[in-house]
């Protein structure tokens, strides 16, 4: 997943806590623990990571080198081709050679059951005080199984995490909203209402460049985010991945049996058949749809902002700012409500591992421990104190030329500074403070306010809020879901529930976009074709696999 846009705020004040380092530890300027003297020896760390990063600056950039500095460690980072992480993690366990650190994703269970994760407790309780002040009552949750209480992946979800943004939902641009006099978008017939509007009225852009009404960016394995995912938050349920799972009784389904999935999808048939839905959706590469995105060229989005956010960032340089996005928390219907803010409690699954590889898997813990000091934390989210952020009144703020270079031209800001850059391990989430008051990251209420563009202020105003996540239901609406979110439970590799799944998994990658491009009197019997390819290979098996893995988790977390 692309590293989040997040950073942190001020001067830290001393603390006096006891630190364990295999020499005395060299006090920071903000008293939190750093690398020993004896940490400092130059050392190169290989690390092969699930997402690609194309911003990725080989530690060059100030904040990178300044990293370096401080710990003597240089990252190597490898990245998978094409996006295919199962790829890059299934030939090193073919091959049985490992970098030192892993980002695994989805893959990390089967590294796990390949022998090439470590346990990293000991390293933790040796060397890592930092690791564990930030995980804090959350490192239970760390543990592997019920059998194993081993702790293989240090989390990458922001502890205590305060979400301020609404990344997600249905996209439109601003001058889609402009023109037509910024009316309600709650339902997909309003989104559909809205593209369709202004698509009557405008065949291209001002440069002449035709106009996509709607694009997904389903070539890959992005259709889950796209089309898949979805199905499911317009109907009412949380993101579990590819599951459904009752709230009382934990009971797991393959989420497209439910007949809400099959609507949602009837809807796309929909957009496709009335010339809204560019049918390209489902063979298109992501450099593909993001170029589009960039060009101006695309009325409205089903995404995700990280997989979007270069493109835009792209539109900004350019100044093309009425073609940026709002966000809507769109259902199928007036009867449902969107889950996306329902808590999961701390997430706990996907991150950093450390591999028997390892040259020295102690400097690689202690590397990741400074990341995760406070001096660490402060310097991986606002940078270096006179160069990116100044303290004023007891507050980091961020100069205003920067600031304007943040918003306008952002991939050239990370890039240079190496601002947010380096959020590779255990991290604070937004809202939290730190010793001195100031957040550790950037995205708070004030600083989102400095870096709205002219269109994101008139879109607000015209809605009467102050963000988007003021449409969405609050936090509060919800119980917290005690298994956290099935997409990050892992299924043992060679396992009966996993072949299963698999088999399932390549059903639905052939069926959904045959539905949705079907001619709509098609559209049925193409569904009852998946419904049948679904239980000859059999699913009702896999949900009740996939049932005792989440009641499993509940147990775990629970106790």
């Known amino acids: 997943m692309a590293i989040a846009l997040l950073a942190a705020t001020g001067c830290i004040k001393p603390n006096t806590d006891s630190e364990s380092r295999s020499a005395a530890p060299v006090s920071s300027k903000d008293g939190s623990p750093a690398t020993t003297k004896d940490d400092l020896t130059p050392m190169t760390i290989t690390f092969a990571v699930g997402d690609n990063n194309p911003l990725w600056d080989d530690m060059k950039s100030e904040v990178g080198k300044l990293i370096s500095e401080k710990t003597g460690i240089f990252i190597k980072a490898q990245f998978p081709i094409d996006g295919h992480d199962g790829d890059l993690f299934a030939r090193m366990v073919a091959s049985n050679e490992y970098p030192d650190m892993v980002a695994a994703k989805g893959s990390v269970g089967q590294l796990k059951d390949a022998g090439a994760?470590?346990?990293?407790?000991?390293?933790?309780?040796?060397h890592a005080p930092n690791i564990k002040k930030l995980y804090g009552d959350h490192m239970k949750r760390l543990r592997w199984s019920n059998d194993d209480h081993g702790i293989y992946v240090l989390p990458t979800a922001p502890v205590n995490q305060t979400y301020f943004n609404a990344d997600g939902g249905f996209e439109l641009q601003h001058a889609v909203l402009k023109e037509l006099g910024y009316p309600p978008i709650k339902t997909v017939k309003d989104f559909e209402n809205a593209l369709q509007a202004y698509y009557d009225k405008h065949k291209t852009t001002a440069d002449g460049k035709p106009i996509i009404p709607l694009t997904l960016n389903a070539g890959d394995w992005q259709i889950l985010i796209t089309v898949t995912n979805p199905a499911v938050a317009t109907t009412g349920a949380p993101d579990e991945g590819e599951f459904y799972i009752d709230p009382?009784?934990?009971e797991a389904k393959f989420h497209y049996l439910r007949p809400e999935d099959k609507e949602y999808f009837r809807w796309l048939n929909h957009m496709h058949d009335i010339g809204l839905l560019e049918a390209e959706s489902f063979v298109q590469k992501t450099d593909q749809y993001n170029a589009k995105i960039a060009s101006g060229r695309v009325l409205g989005l089903i995404?995700?902002?990280?997989?979007?956010s270069g493109a835009v960032a792209l539109l900004r340089k350019d100044g093309k700012f009425d073609q940026t996005?709002?966000?809507?928390?769109?259902?199928l219907?007036?009867?449902?409500?969107?889950?996306?803010?329902q808590s999961t409690g701390y997430m706990a699954g996907t991150g950093i591992s450390i591999t028997k590889s390892a040259k020295d898997p102690a400097r690689v813990i202690k590397f990741l421990d400074f990341l995760a000091s406070d001096e660490g934390q402060v310097l991986v989210n606002w940078g270096i104190e006179g160069k990116h952020y100044k303290v004023e009144n007891g507050k980091r703020v961020i100069p205003d030329d920067l600031l304007k270079m943040k918003i306008n031209d952002n991939q050239n800001f990370r890039k240079t500074t190496g601002v947010d850059m380096y959020r590779i391990g255990p991290s604070y989430g937004d809202g939290v403070k730190d010793p001195t008051g100031n957040y550790y990251t950037t995205v708070f209420p004030e600083q989102i306010e400095k870096e709205y563009t002219q269109a994101d202020r008139e879109t607000l105003a015209a809605y009467h809020i102050k963000s988007f996540r003021e449409l969405w239901p609050s936090e509060e609406e919800f119980p917290v879901r005690p298994w956290g979110s099935a997409w990050n439970i892992n299924f043992e590799t060679g396992s009966e529930?996993?072949?299963?799944?698999?088999?399932?998994?390549?059903i639905m990658k052939k069926r959904i976009p045959e539905a949705i491009l079907a001619e709509p009197d098609q559209f049925d019997a193409v569904w009852d074709k998946f419904m049948l390819d679904l239980e000859k290979a059999g699913v009702n098996k896999l949900n009740e696999e996939f049932t005792k893995l989440v009641k499993d988790r509940v147990k775990l977390w629970s106790e």
Not at 303 to 308: I, L, R, T
Request: negative net charge; charged residues 25%.
């Open 117 to 126: 994760l470590i346990d990293l407790a000991p390293l933790i309780d040796q």
């Open 248 to 250: 009382q009784t934990y």
């Open 303 to 308: 995404d995700m902002e990280w997989d979007f």
């Open 325 to 331: 996005y709002a966000h809507f928390p769109v259902t």
């Open 333 to 341: 219907n007036e009867t449902y409500k969107r889950h996306d803010f």
């Open 497 to 506: 529930a996993n072949v299963l799944f698999q088999k399932c998994e390549d």
